[in-house]
């Protein structure tokens, strides 16, 4: 039973609008959540993260939500560029325990189109 | 500061034979886990060593173990390869305080893709 969940395999947007990923989880003992990009070749690169306190992070062109009540965060990319074309994977964990390991939806393919 | 690397790039090897995979920690970091990746999924996690002990495993056989040594660089060994042991392997290092869990960022290398015949 997948934990993580990313529903959409690929989304594509035009230069200069808005991308929206969203990720949905079940257990609700993770507490801390992150977003990886990752190029073809290369490994996951850390994106931004949220802890399960706060509801909203942003970082420059990056925000992400998290709406603990329905399980759901999303990673908002305004504007998005050629250049944010990757596979965008969200991870999730339960930083209160003692393991510390990370939990991987299978990714979304952004294509940001000129 | 220097980043994680992992080697080699890539390795091919056949049913049934041994494989180790290697892992350098960024610097400063205590703590290493490893991830394989099967096409089309996302990073599994295998297990993390933190001050060279295993500190937690995920759901992996134990044909897959591992090695953390004081410098901190780690090793992934796993016998008796099978077909679907395919898959591209990641390490990530990280820092973690007294064994707990922190909410630092694990940082992943390029990874390691092994193929099986």
């Known amino acids: 039973d997948q934990q993580v969940k990313q529903n959409s395999p690929s989304l594509s947007v035009q230069e200069g609008r808005i991308s929206i990923l969203n990720c949905d989880y079940t257990?609700?003992?993770?507490?801390?959540f992150l977003w990886y990009k990752k190029y073809p070749a290369e490994g996951p690169t850390f994106l931004i993260s949220?802890?399960?306190?706060?509801d909203k992070n942003e970082d420059g062109r990056f925000t992400v939500f998290l709406n603990k009540s329905a399980k759901h965060l999303s990673l908002h990319i305004v504007p998005s560029q050629p250049g944010d074309s990757a596979v965008y994977f969200c991870?999730?964990?339960?930083?209160?325990?003692?393991?510390?390991?990370?939990?991987f939806g299978k990714g979304t393919k952004l294509s940001v189109k000129p | 500061e220097t980043g994680v690397t992992q080697s080699p790039t890539h390795l091919i090897k056949t049913r049934g034979q041994q494989v180790t995979l290697r892992c350098s920690s960024q610097s400063g970091h205590n703590t290493v886990s490893w991830y394989q990746q099967a096409l089309g999924q996302g990073p599994q996690f295998i297990f993390q060593y933190y001050r060279e002990e295993e500190n937690g495993r995920g759901n992996f056989p134990p044909r897959f173990s591992g090695l953390q040594f004081p410098n901190y660089s780690s090793e992934l060994n796993v016998n008796a390869l099978e077909l679907d042991d395919s898959a591209l392997y990641l390490c990530?290092?990280?820092?973690?305080?007294?064994?707990?869990?922190?909410?630092?960022?694990?940082?992943f290398g390029p990874g390691t893709r092994l193929t099986v015949l």
């Open positions: 949220i802890s399960s306190i706060k």
């Open positions: 991870a999730a964990g339960d930083y209160g325990g003692s393991q510390g390991n990370l939990i």
């Open positions: 990530a290092s990280s820092s973690l305080a007294g064994g707990i869990a922190s909410t630092d960022t694990q940082y």
């Open positions: 257990n609700s003992m993770f507490d801390y």
